[in-house]
């Protein structure tokens, strides 16, 4: 079983929609769980961080966090062009320094 | 701006060879890390450091080692480069806590011939 699972998608979605996506984990001793995105060939970088259960907003962004049932969402709010990337669901075990990847998210905005 | 920067975007290697990957951040970061990324596999974690000449081995060590003499530069080393470590190296580092974010460099790719 994988530490991080994502479905690879692609996810399409029209210009304005929310894009809803999801991440489940497998070790209930994750702490901190993050959200990256990837455009093509270019690195990984921080959208958001939740440790706590329940909801986090950041601007169009929302991070949803349910530890009893091991799953961690990003909704994207009014979706734009520019927000079709990869994105990357990572949670921190106990120890904090080690992170664990999923495999990513693909995220197709239509104009 | 924190800044992690890897010595080489673009790298073809012949079979056998012995390659390095240099990385050095710019921000005292005490963890610093190298994954591999393939399509369809995500980023895996080859080894990770979180001191001075500690170090770790993550997912899918075998066939690398690395080295952390100083705190801002951690080099990733091929012994002996062969064709299924063809991929895209990314370095990255954090500090040390719950919310630690990571900092990713730019990424090496490497082609091993």
């Known amino acids: 079983q994988k530490e991080v699972e994502q479905n690879s998608g692609p996810l399409s979605v029209p210009e304005g929609a929310i894009a809803s996506l999801n991440c489940t984990y497998s070790?209930?001793?994750?702490?901190?769980f993050f959200w990256y995105r990837q455009y093509s060939g270019k690195s990984p970088e921080l959208i958001m961080f939740?440790?706590?259960?329940g909801d986090k907003e950041d601007g169009r962004f929302t991070a949803q966090l349910n530890k009893a049932s091991q799953y961690v969402s990003l909704l994207i709010r009014d979706s734009q062009p520019s927000d079709s990337a990869t994105y990357l669901c990572?949670?921190?075990?106990?120890?904090?320094?080690?992170?664990?990847f999923g495999s990513g998210t693909k995220l197709n905005v239509k104009p | 701006d924190v800044k992690v920067t890897q010595s080489s975007r673009y790298l073809v290697k012949r079979t056998g060879e012995k390659v390095f990957l240099e990385c050095v951040q710019d921000?005292?970061?005490?963890?610093m890390f190298w994954y591999r990324q393939d399509p369809g596999l995500g980023l895996r974690l080859i080894y990770f450091?979180?001191?001075?000449?500690?170090?770790e081995k993550g997912d899918i060590p075998e066939g690398y080692s690395v080295s952390r003499e100083k705190k801002e530069r951690f080099s990733l080393i091929l012994e002996s480069a062969s064709t299924n470590q063809t991929s895209m190296y990314l370095c990255?580092?954090?500090?040390?806590?719950?919310?630690?974010?990571?900092?990713f460099g730019e990424g090496s790719r490497l082609t091993v011939l």
């Open positions: 990572a949670v921190i075990r106990y120890n904090f320094n080690k992170f664990y």
């Open positions: 939740i440790y706590s259960n």
């Open positions: 990255a580092s954090s500090t040390t806590g719950q919310t630690g974010e990571l900092f």
């Open positions: 921000m005292d970061h005490e963890n």
């Open positions: 070790d209930r001793g994750s702490q901190s």
């Open positions: 450091s979180y001191d001075v000449k500690m170090k």
